[in-house]
T-cell receptor, first 117, second 116 residues
Framework: NAGVTQTPKFQVLKTGQSMTLQCAQD?????MYWYRQDPGMGLRLIYY???????DKGEVPNGYNVSRLNKREFSLRLESAAPSQTSVYFC????????????????FGPGTRLTVL | GENVEQHPSTLSVQEGDSAVIKCTYS??????FPWYKQELGKRPQLIID?????GEKKDQRIAVTLNKTAKHFSLHITETQPEDSAVYFC???????????????FGQGTELSVKP
């Protein structure tokens, strides 16, 4: 199993450009998340999807949109990138173990380092 | 909503000493408290977690304690080693539904440095 995968690994954008960060998981998890990580601020939740077909705002949703394409994939879109969105972006997933047991552990992808000039 | 405060932001110890990191949370409904370790340039990885129905959990050199009344929980690392050097994050959550993961709110992180 690959676990949680993210593309791209690195990206440089100019202010005003748009892009989509892709995330996929092969663990049959119901819930998926997008975080951003900035120095000294920990991991902040941008958006999450509790289950396929639903999405909700997290702590810092402004400037972002998400799509839960199917159970495996959860994408994050920046419509008009700003320098304040320079950050490392992590996708994560969690859910039951497949045996009906609630399993809260979140598994993280390798991250995308985004720079907006 | 939930708010998690973590202290200290940096911690330096000598190899073999113990390290303690403390977190407080605000939402009394939170019932799951994981700790993640993040090495430089890597993704966060779960090292230990505790649920609100227990007060302490131990796994070899690491332990976590939870005080629900005071709404704080702590990570204890004994006999520290240089490979313990990393950033550690606490988090708190309330599960959404039976088959759904919870919405984790993270602390700001503690950079632990273990000097040989």
């Amino acid at each position: 199993n690959a676990g949680v995968t993210q593309t791209p690994k690195f990206q440089v954008l100019k202010t005003g450009q748009s892009m989509t960060l892709q995330c996929a998981q092969d663990m049959n998890h119901n819930s998926m998340y997008w975080y951003r990580q900035d120095p000294g601020m920990g991991l902040r939740l941008i958006y999450y999807s509790a289950s396929e077909g639903t999405t909700d705002k997290g702590e810092v949703p402004n400037g972002y949109n998400v799509s839960r394409l199917n159970k495996r994939e959860f994408s994050l879109r920046l419509e008009s990138a700003a320098p304040s969105q320079t950050s490392v972006y992590f996708c994560a997933s969690s859910g039951t173990s497949g045996k009906g047991l609630l399993y809260n552990e979140q598994f993280f992808g390798p991250g995308t380092r985004l720079t907006v000039l | 909503g939930e708010n998690v405060e973590q202290h200290p932001s940096t911690l330096s110890v000598q190899e073999g000493d113990s390290a303690v990191i403390k977190c407080t949370y605000s939402d009394s409904a939170s019932n799951y408290f994981p700790w993640y370790k993040q090495e430089l340039g890597k993704r966060p990885q779960l090292i230990i977690d505790i649920r609100s129905n227990v007060g302490e959990k131990k796994d070899q050199r690491i332990a976590v304690t939870l005080n629900k009344t005071a709404k704080h929980f702590s990570l204890h690392i004994t006999e520290t080693q240089p490979e313990d050097s990393a950033v550690y994050f606490c988090a708190a959550t309330t599960p959404l539904n039976y088959n759904q993961g919870g919405k984790l709110i993270f602390g700001q992180g503690t950079e632990l440095s273990v000097k040989p």
